[in-house]
């Protein structure tokens, strides 16, 4: 609930703050990741380079702020429909559910837990999204990856004071 108000859809905090008020990226979405054990919140801007430092010091001013305030009523009021509308689509074919339910079985989750998805959003209020996002994130709990020339990059993210206290490690694009 909380992602999905953060960065899971078009008119989400992430989108609107990055793309929509100040033109920063053509898209902003952010997603937790599905499996057993710890999960990662991964957040997308494709910004310039250019307005890479920019939109670093806007996505992490978000970031803090989406960790450390939660979600407002109105954006669990718009996440809790959204999901529970939109999720039809990730069931729409056999090809979907088969992945659905493997996904599902993998993970330990009830056999139910597809058929009753809908309803049980639908009863998420703000204390309980405040609850989970309280639970599984902290504003400290963050790495970052920027795929760019490391040379023409970095001068500016020091010059912007975003390396500070950070470790960075370059990793040749042809390393792989």
Do not use: N
């Not at 996505?59 to 960790?67: A, D, M």
């Not at 993970?107 to 009753?116: K, V």
């Amino acid at each position: 609930m909380a992602t999905t108000a953060f960065g899971g859809t078009f008119t989400a905090r992430l989108m609107d703050e990055v793309r929509s008020k100040r033109g920063l990226s053509y898209g902003a979405s952010a997603r937790v990741g599905q499996g057993r054990g710890a999960k990662a919140l991964v957040a997308h801007v494709f910004p310039s380079l250019e307005q890479t430092p920019e939109t670093l010091e806007l996505v992490l001013r978000l970031w803090r702020e989406w960790v450390e305030q939660g979600v407002t009523e109105a954006e669990v009021a718009f996440a809790r429909g959204y999901l529970a509308k939109s999720f039809a689509f990730t069931v729409a074919t056999p090809e979907d559910r088969l992945e659905l339910r493997t996904a599902l079985e993998l993970a330990g989750m009830p056999r139910d837990f597809a058929d009753s998805f809908s309803a049980r959003v639908q009863t998420v209020e703000r204390p309980a999204a405040l609850r989970a996002l309280r639970t599984h994130l902290t504003a400290r709990d963050l790495e970052i990856t920027i795929v760019s020339t490391a040379d023409e990059l970095r001068p500016k993210l020091e010059s912007a004071g975003l390396l500070t206290d950070a470790t960075v490690d370059v990793v040749p694009y042809d390393s792989y």
